[in-house]
């Protein structure tokens, strides 16, 4: 038995890490059971940090418990394994390495006074140095602002879009790049370029600019080892070479580029120094690169234009390569659709009105003499198609999409039967990855946002889809960076771009509740209460600040007719999405929609969020504080369910969302949890087995319909109707639509074609359809229910603890099982007939009378 899958603290091999106290983790290789271990860390000086000794344990994963490691410091730590028989394995070794010890550069900008109403070119920095006897080199930068830096010539890293995203006013990530290689004996030149990024450039629906400052900045500090010890430090200063007249003559994360191919920049003046308060830390994330590559067909379109087609809709870029004239320029424009005529469109994914049309999503190129190879630097768009607007011959072998999304490891996996169902899976798949650049976001196109709600209810079926891990987490700091003093959590994070009419939807239920959500999914998915410590106090905030709300008069509220204790446990106060984006024909939506409060949804998700909260003080011992949360849950229950019975909240109604979400969050008391079962199988009758929900309730409807019958689940997820999820794959789609009518939609609003949120029913391909659960520290509980006209259905999760597999296949009357659980870990197997047993590692069949 050996180690294989090692990480320090999610992530493989980081660099530049700033954990005071991290975790090693890895997955168990043969043999049935760990028995014990032993880790051994070393510095890259030599010296030994860390001896466990032979520890008997089975658990995979270990408290870093050795000496203090120094900053900038690289450590290879190795295991070793002990398996069920006392045999020891093979060590396997990985590594880790801590970031910078401290900041001895400054802080640097342009030699030029910015005006706030101006756009300028990209900034170009540059500095000579000499070098020899390196034997490690690393390069710690950010910037205010996107960088880019090369060292003689060649890029530094493979980080696209680096530093990433954060509130630039509250916390900057820097990187960490292994350099050494770049270095060579004599004179060399670190040059880095500097564009607007989400610092001062384009952010939000409508492009708003300047969100975290006006002067961007860069911050660099190269340390050079030699073969005695020695560090050479090359800082950002004054004596940096500075100009803005390279190629780059505008740079935009939404627009695009305008680039002049012909210019090199000249460095004729110098960096000016300048302030910053904040102290850069680690991101201690996965980066951002580039991933898969796409050929295009050249399309010709009706009126003559021609387009070029990747087949997939992803966020990226595209690279040409192009023989051209000096002067000879091109124009690439780039959207998802192309219109009933046939022609290139960009109208669903815009907003315009006499002032601004946005995003541009545009490259405009000036080509030099001979080769011209581009890709863009500072912007990535949504695409399939691409608009080519030139007076040159071009080829379909040209151009080349690249893919760009954060770099996390896939664990998930899904095929049935049923091949719309699969293809939606990929949809879904393709979008969380095109909705991942260092943040999740609502769409690659339009917004860009990280919105709350989004990530809440697609968490849990993308920490299936991927080691999500550290990911959440940046997202989560990200939300608590914003949090208020009253406990408030914000809809979108960071919030620049968010418009100043939104500022009241901060707060907004099913939103803000991400704070609570997602850390309590990470921890039923990952095992890992650590996550649930270090988000508590903030989580205690916020659910203080619901519980506040309850009971409130809010000017813009409907009375509900509750009054005394009823009305005291209600939540009526403040505006706020409700469930959002229902089909068009079950509720028209407009803005009125969000001026108001939605006790409905308000109550139940105080209720909901007071329950997870619940769980999460009880697993960590504090009985005391668990028992008033679910007092105050209990309340918030009797109101909810006093609500029900005035007319204007009441139980008979067509909308599935009103009848899900109490099913789902258990708040009705037994006569109504009856009546809305029956009420909701009805509604779906009447509306031909047709999904109806929106945002909120789209992800709890297969689980509500599962326990009424597991029959009614399957038969609205094969529904290959509008509004249905298998309706998309039907029609073309390859990624996930914002609103269930597609590129019919009416409402411009919500006219993305890749939005994972729908996506997040994949969660219940998983966990019901294959049965799939995390049950405890290496141990799974897997309940397969299959059902439907799905013949077969197969998935595959590489869990914290290893692959495990659960495929079923119907056939003669019989259902064969075929489970796989990873070496080191155990199972409780429920089949449909009953039958519960234990399983160890390794695969096995079962089979039963049973078949749907």
Known sequence: MYAGRMKTEYLYEPIGIDYKKLRLFWNCVDGKKQTAYQIAAVSDK???????????????????????????????????????????????????????????????????????????????????????????????????????????????????????????????????????????????????????????????AWALKNQYGIQTKLLVQLELTGHDGSITRICSDESWDWSADGPIRFADNKDGEVVDARLTPQYGRKAKVTENRIIPTASDNVSVKEHETFSPKLLITPSGQRVLDFGQNIAGYVNFSLYANEGDRIKLRFGEMLDKQGEFTQQNIQCSNKKITTPLQQILYTCRQGQNQYKTKFAIFGFQYVLVETDMDIKEEDFTAIAVYSDMERTGYFKSSNTLLNKFFDCTVWSAKNNSCDLPTDCPTRERHGWTGDAQIFCSTASFLFDYMSFARKYLNDMYDWQKPNGKLPQ?????GTDFYMKSMDGSVGWADAGVIIPYELWKKYNDIEIVKKYLP?????????????????????????????????????????????????????????????????????????????????????????????????ECRHSYQALCEKKNFSLDTDRQARLVRPLAFHLLNKEQAKYAKNRLIQSLEAYGWRIGTGFLSTPLILDVLSEIDLSYAYRLLENEKMPGWLFMAKNGATTVWEAWEGKESVNGGIASLDHYSKGAVCRWLFDTMCGIHVAGENHFMIAPKPGGHIASAKADYTSVYGQVISEW???????????????????????PDGTQLMQESGSKIYSTKICN
Not at 492 to 496: K, S, T
Request: net charge positive; hydrophobic share 35%.
């Open 492 to 496: 979108i994070a960071p919030e620049g």
């Open 538 to 634: 903030g989580m205690r905030r916020y659910t203080a600040f619901m519980q506040k709300r309850c009971g409130k008069w809010y000017p813009t509220a409907k009375s509900t007719g509750l009054k005394g204790k009823e009305k005291r446990y209600l939540s009526n106060y403040g505006q706020a999405y409700g469930e959002w984006a229902e089909p068009e024909d079950i509720h028209h939506m407009t803005w009125k929609d969000c001026a108001v409060p939605h006790p409905e949804v308000a109550t139940a998700y105080t209720a909901h969020v007071c329950i997870l909260m619940s769980e999460m003080e009880q697993a960590l011992g504090n009985n005391d504080q668990a028992q008033k949360y679910l007092a105050f849950a209990e």
């Open 46 to 204: 030599g010296e030994l940090l860390w001896d466990s000794g032979k520890v008997k344990s089975a658990s995979m994963q270990a408290l870093y418990g050795g000496k203090d490691v120094p900053p900038a410091t690289r450590v290879i730590w190795k295991v070793c394994l002990w398996d069920e028989k006392n045999v020891q394995g093979e060590w396997k070794e990985a590594s880790f390495e801590t970031g910078i010890s401290a900041w001895e550069a400054k802080w640097i900008t342009g030699d030029y006074k910015v005006d706030k109403n101006k756009r300028y070119p990209v900034d170009c920095f540059r500095k000579k140095f000499q070098a020899g006897d390196v034997v490690k080199a690393r390069l710690y930068i950010t910037a205010c602002g996107l960088y880019e830096a090369a060292i003689n010539g060649k890029k530094a890293g493979d980080f696209i879009l680096a530093p990433g995203i954060t509130d630039y006013k509250k916390r900057i990530q820097y990187q960490t790049y292994d350099v050494t290689a770049l270095i060579q004996n004599g004179e060399n030149e670190i040059a880095v370029q500097v564009a607007d990024g989400w610092y001062r450039g384009s952010c939000g």
């Open 809 to 831: 296949k119907c056939k003669d009357g019989q259902t064969e099982y075929r489970i796989s659980i990873p070496a080191n870990c155990t199972a409780e197997i429920i089949l």
